[in-house]
């Protein structure tokens, strides 16, 4: 048993009384529903009599959500390799990379598999630079395939690939790089 004591005041009087009541009457009653997580859901009406119509214009493309190509492209799989180009990489793993600048002519042997440079030439370096005329020249790119091929070879790689860019001709200045490179003992698979 619970007593309350209630008080209301007004400015002229105070008048407090005392009220009586049971623990039954404080606490809430359970009701006899079994609850659960569904009960916690406010209902949904759903009518499955009249499905909407999708209505496509002739300018709307539907594609897959997970994808950006459309449905002819993800038919192809243009996603999937050759053997050659599954195997290229350990058949042919020396890749040389000659870039040729306005000012200076670069080229490096990296392996493929693992993007570690094996050797390196340029004619912006240091020595090259105050002991050559042009840094551009037949004669630098000479000189640049020399190096690369004896700091290739203390490297022990004797043979390197190299991919013509697309239009590329194997002409001129790179035509003298591979070239000497050829001649001072390197082999090109």
Known sequence: MVTVISC???????????????????????STQQLSWVSSF???????????????S?????????????????AKKPNRKSWKQKTDMYMRP??????????FIHA??????????????????????????????HNACRVIGRLIAERSK????????YEARKGERIEGKLGIVLDTIKENGIMFV
């Open 154 to 161: 203390e490297a022990d790689v004797y043979a390197l690939s």
């Open 58 to 74: 002739r300018n709307s493309v539907v594609r897959a959500a997970w994808t950006r190509r459309s449905r002819g492209e993800a």
């Open 108 to 137: 490096k042997v990296m392996h493929r598999g693992t993007s570690k440079v094996i050797s390196v030439a340029t004619t912006n370096a240091k020595d090259l630079r105050s002991n050559l005329p042009s840094l551009t020249d």
């Open 42 to 56: 406010p209902p949904i009406n759903i009518s499955i009599a009249d499905p909407p119509t999708p209505t496509l």
């Open 94 to 103: 020396f890749l040389l990379n000659v870039f040729f600048s306005k000012k």
């Open 8 to 30: 209301s005041a007004s400015p002229p009087l105070s008048v407090c009384g005392s009220l009586s009541l049971s623990s039954s009457e404080l606490l809430p009653t359970r």
